[in-house]
Each structure stands twice: as C-alpha cells, then as structure tokens.
C-alpha cells in the first residue's frame, strides 16, 4: 500500500526558479525522507527530516513537515538544469521498523535552460 | 552509488523461465532490500535481509525468494518468470542508523 503521494506528479519550470513539491502520507511517522531519480540511474538519498523537526536545510533544498496535516515539501531553490529529475517521498511509519520504507510515486520536475 | 552493483544490469527472458539477480555491496552493510519500480506505483518492498541467512517478506513478495549466504551479497529469484514481473529492480542498502538507504544502478527485467 502506498504511503506517500507526490503532488504535483509533474513539474516544469525555468533555470533560477524555484521548484516545490509536495507529499502527502496516511499514517504517523518517524521520519520522512526524500530521494532523487535521474533518468534510468538509482535513487539518491536528498535529506531527513524526524517527526518532532518543522524544517531542515541542505544547500539549495528546503524540507519543512507538517505531521498535523501528514504533509511535507520540499523546496529546491534557484533551479539548475541539473535538478531534473524525478523526486520521491518515502516515510518510516512511527511504530515501524526503522529499516523499513514506504516510498511514494514520485513528482518528476524538468528544469528548461 | 555507495559501492551497490547489481548483475545483470539488462535482461531480457521468457515466461517460465527462472531467473536470479544478484546485489553486491562492498560497504558490509547489515541491511539488505529488493525493490521494483513500476510506473505509477513508485518503488515497492519485495523483501529484505537483516543479516546473513536473516530475511523477510515485503510488501509484494509473491512470486519471489531471495538468499544472503554472505554479507556482501543478496541475491533475488523469480522462479518462474512472468510477464507481470516486468519491472526495474532495485538493490539498497543502509547503514548503521537503518534510515538513509543507498540504491543500486537498477536491473531492467523484460518477461516476454
């Protein structure tokens, strides 16, 4: 069963702009974590964000949680071509194995140069 | 990609047929995951190890087995192919804290 939903599913936007993008999730968690895809290579681990934590930085990415509403974004700012990607929520269920992800189904966003 | 290969990178086979992907990790990671990724459904869990010989289903493990006779290897079975395990698969691993997961280059299976 799917855990998290990416929204929106695709995202096109120009180099310099910022991209957002959205997960929502069903149940309480632990930690929620976000991945990027580039075209036909393996997942990359972007930033955690714990369930007691309202917002995390790294470099360009901003991640904020709202465990009340089960929803998290994440922030790319000052967009590269390079950032284009697909990006993937996944979420360890608070109770859960910490080993254990659900992943969502991804927000694919290119970056037009 | 964290020192995670995985053979055969393609693979193209008939319905019935078995066939084995293997992970390698040189990181000696305890945990192990197998993963497909389908349009649509994101990645999904088929099954884990949590150590050498230690392992457990996912979340779509029908059709599937896996072995962990060494640490740096794990390696997935479908015993008899079918054309709705067509799919990419994805080996991962974690590090000591069990929360971030490293991935694979992926293994695109092609049932026909």
């Known amino acids: 069963s799917q855990q998290g939903e990416e929204d929106p599913q695709a995202l096109s936007i120009q180099e310099g702009e910022n991209a957002t993008m959205n997960c929502s999730y069903k149940t309480s968690i632990n930690n929620l974590q976000w991945y990027r895809q580039n075209s036909g290579r393996g997942l990359v681990h972007l930033i955690l964000i714990r369930s007691n934590e309202r917002e995390k930085h790294s470099g360009r990415l901003r991640v904020t949680l709202d465990t009340s509403k089960k929803s998290s974004s994440l922030l790319i700012t000052a967009s590269r071509a390079a950032d284009t990607a697909s990006y993937f929520c996944a979420t360890v269920p608070y109770g859960g194995a910490t080993n254990k992800l659900i992943f969502g189904t991804g927000t694919l966003l290119a970056v037009q140069p | 990609d964290a020192g995670i290969t995985q053979s055969p990178r393609h693979k193209v086979t008939e319905t019935g047929t078995p066939v084995t992907l293997r992970c390698h990790q040189t990181e000696n990671h305890r945990y192990m995951y197998w993963y497909r990724q389908d349009p649509g459904h994101g990645l999904r869990l088929i099954h884990y190890?949590?150590?050498?010989?230690?392992?457990d289903k996912g979340e779509v493990s029908d059709g599937y087995s896996v072995s962990r006779s060494k640490t740096e290897d794990f390696l997935l079975t479908l015993e008899s192919a079918t054309s709705s395990q067509t799919s990419v698969y994805f080996c991962?691993?974690?590090?000591?804290?069990?929360?971030?997961?490293?991935f694979g280059p992926g293994t695109r299976l092609l049932v026909l």
């Open positions: 991962a691993t974690t590090t000591g804290n069990q929360e971030t997961q490293y």
């Open positions: 190890s949590y150590g050498v010989k230690d392992t």
